[in-house]
């Protein structure tokens, strides 16, 4: 199994321009997670889908922010206009519905100028 | 989640047990506790979780007070590879609310 696969890897931006992360959860997974960490705020729940399904975007910090999930095997989140205070490594997170486990990526290291 | 606590930083010799504890006072019958450890540039990684009764697994045991307001991560031995941030989350039907977490320092 190849884990939790984001990307990219690493993503720096100029301040004004979208911003677009990637991530495919793993196989049979059915609830994915968007996380933004930083070390003032530490780790942040950003969004939940679960069964493709937003159900809780409470975390998402303002409307410049926007994730979907078309289909079981990849979900985006999406940053426009990006904004220096933006930076972040942020996380995507997949897990199945029986213990609440779940299995992070690797995570996008963003840096907004 | 600021209603999880955990101590920001511990230390440790190698070879000797560690005991990182965490409050969550308001954690409600339903919800699980989970711990995570962050490695240096890495996402975070399970490493073990429970509902009322302790638990044990290759990498550690977890030992929940019986009012389930607090518990503790043990790993038996301490190794330099352990060298992490360790979070404690309570996780809810739909979410998981991480804690501050605590820096573990293993000192060879």
């Known amino acids: 199994d190849a884990g939790v696969i984001q990307s990219p890897r690493h993503e720096v931006t100029e301040m004004g321009q979208e911003v677009t992360l990637r991530c495919k959860p793993i196989?049979?997974?059915?609830?994915l997670f968007w996380y933004r960490q930083t070390m003032m705020r530490g780790l942040e729940l950003l969004i939940y889908?679960?069964?493709?399904?937003?159900?809780?975007d409470s975390g998402m910090p303002e409307d410049r922010f926007s994730a979907k999930m078309p289909n079981a095997s990849f979900s985006t989140l999406k940053i426009q206009p990006s904004e220096p205070r933006d930076s972040a490594v942020y996380f995507c997170?997949?897990?199945?519905?029986?213990?609440?486990?779940?299995?992070f990526g690797p995570g996008t290291r963003l840096l907004v100028l | 989640d600021a209603k999880t606590t955990q101590p920001n930083s511990m230390e440790s010799n190698e070879e000797e047990p560690v005991h990182l504890p965490c409050n969550h006072s308001?954690?409600?019958?339903?919800?699980?506790i989970h711990w995570y450890r962050q490695l240096p540039s890495q996402g975070p990684e399970y490493v073990i979780h429970?509902?009322?009764s302790n638990v044990n697994n290759r990498m550690a045991s977890l030992a929940i007070a019986e009012d389930r307001k607090s518990s503790t991560l043990i790993l038996h031995r301490a190794t330099l590879r352990d060298a992490a941030v360790y979070y404690c989350?309570?996780?809810?039907?739909?979410?998981?609310?991480f804690g501050t977490g605590t820096r573990l320092t293993v000192i060879p």
């Open positions: 997170a997949s897990r199945t519905s029986g213990s609440g486990v779940q299995y």
């Open positions: 889908f679960n069964n493709n399904v937003p159900i809780d």
């Open positions: 308001t954690i409600s019958g339903t919800d699980y």
């Open positions: 989350s309570r996780t809810g039907a739909n979410n998981l609310f």
């Open positions: 196989s049979g997974h059915n609830s």
């Open positions: 429970g509902l009322t």
